[in-house]
Structures are given as C-alpha cells and as structure tokens.
C-alpha cells in the first residue's frame, strides 16, 4: 500500500510539472494579413507563362500593376497567354508592331476591374481593356455558356483554360491564344488613290489641303496619347525574343 501510495504522488508531481511546462511556453503568434498580391509571382507559379512575363516586364506593365494594387485600391482582371500560344503566332507578329503598339498588346490583356468566373455571366459587352481610350477601341466581348468563358476580340476567340488567381483586388486566369486586337491586327483599309487634279492657280495648289490638316491633326493625337502612356513608364521594346 505504502509503495502505491508513493506511486501515485509521483505520478501527480510529474502531471503538475507537465502542466506547468507547458503553460509556461507561449502562445504561437497567429499568422498575419496576407501580403498583396504579385503578378509575376502568380504567373511564376503557373509555370508556363515566360513569353507574356517578358512582355510584361519589358513594357514595364508589371510593375505598374503591382504598384496599382498596393498603393491605389484599384482591382484588376488579366488574361494571360500560355507560351504556347505565343508560339502559335504568325512569325514576325511581335516584331510587326511598333514600341507602342507592344504596350498596347499588354495593356489589352488586362481589364481594369475584378471580375470572378460567376461575373462573367452577366458582363455587359464591349468590356474596356487598360488599353481602350475615349473612343471604344480595343475592347473585347466576353461570353459564358456552360461553364465556359470565352473571349472575343473580332481577330481571335479565346477560351478561359484555367483560373491563376482569383482573390480580390486580383484574378488571373489563363487563355489559350494571345487576344489580338482588331485595332492592331485587322484588316487596314488602302485609301482611294485620288484622281488627277486640274492645273489650277499656283496660290491655290500651295495652299495645305483639307484633308492634309486632318491628318497632321490626328497624328498630334496619336502622338499625345502615347506620350501619356509613356509618362507612366509603360515604354515598349522590341520583343524578338519571344518569337
């Protein structure tokens, strides 16, 4: 009886010093707020994104959206091609387009606003891309039909693949082709070659014909509006190594 009588004190001394131990250990912290998130980080992930990460970089256009979404509280919805459907673009395609048409390309892979797959069903086409200005150019339709979510730019039809990210302010999601933007790669219309004119009065023949101000008027347009975009950082580079 003595030696189980022993037995049990010890047994208690030990539960008390266990308890006691572990009272004494702090808490583990709780984990913090998530940091915003990175575009390259989640194109990185997904692991087959290297030619639309080159693009976003070398436009710049990378940076800007993260600084966007630290600083500002803008949300934003991006449509990233796979390498495969950079390789399946005519060769010289890339290389085709000017400094600023390269940074238009990205801009319209990027909406300005966050949209989930549920949203997609009832989005109100033409959607706005980053790229689209005043006047409704590069936009692009979006439907939804049993699950599928296709997009539309009136050069190509692109179908969601895959959902990258999807937590506000950001979603991400994968695209079989590039979007190509009817802007940038439709059919350009040659003007009428104009018909011989009539000797006239040479005040008359010096004087700047109408349609020779319009269009010095709206290259100056052309020209500000790309200098504003340059203003933000987003400078094109030639992209050969995509291709």
Avoid: C
Wanted: glycine residues 6%.
């Amino acid at each position: 009886m003595a030696i189980s009588h022993h037995a049990s004190l010890i047994s208690l001394a030990l539960l008390f010093t266990f308890l006691s131990i572990s009272n004494a250990q702090p808490a583990a912290p709780a984990p913090g707020p998530a940091g915003p998130p990175n575009v390259t980080a989640i194109l990185e992930k997904g692991g087959q994104y290297t030619s639309f990460i080159r693009l976003l970089k070398e436009t710049k256009l990378d940076n800007q959206i993260n600084t966007q979404l630290n600083y500002s509280g803008n949300s934003y919805t991006i449509f990233a091609p796979t390498d495969n459907a950079f390789n399946n673009l005519k060769a010289g395609t890339l290389n085709s387009l000017s400094q600023q048409e390269q940074v238009n390309l990205a801009l319209y892979h990027v909406l300005p606003q966050y949209y989930t797959s549920d949203m997609f069903q009832t989005v109100s086409n033409p959607v706005r891309t980053q790229a689209s200005g005043s006047n409704g150019v590069y936009t692009v339709n979006i439907t939804s039909s049993m699950n599928q979510v296709n997009v539309s730019t009136g050069i190509v039809d692109a179908t969601i693949t895959n959902t990258l990210y999807a937590t506000y302010p950001l979603a991400v999601y994968s695209v079989e082709k590039v979007l190509q933007p009817e802007d940038l790669f439709g059919v350009k219309t040659t003007a009428a070659a104009p018909t011989p004119a009539s000797k006239s009065p040479k005040s008359t023949a010096d004087a700047p014909s109408e349609a020779g101000t319009a269009s010095t008027s709206a290259n100056s347009a052309v020209g500000t509006k790309w200098s504003s975009l340059a203003g933000l950082g987003l400078v094109g580079v030639t992209l050969g190594a995509l291709l």
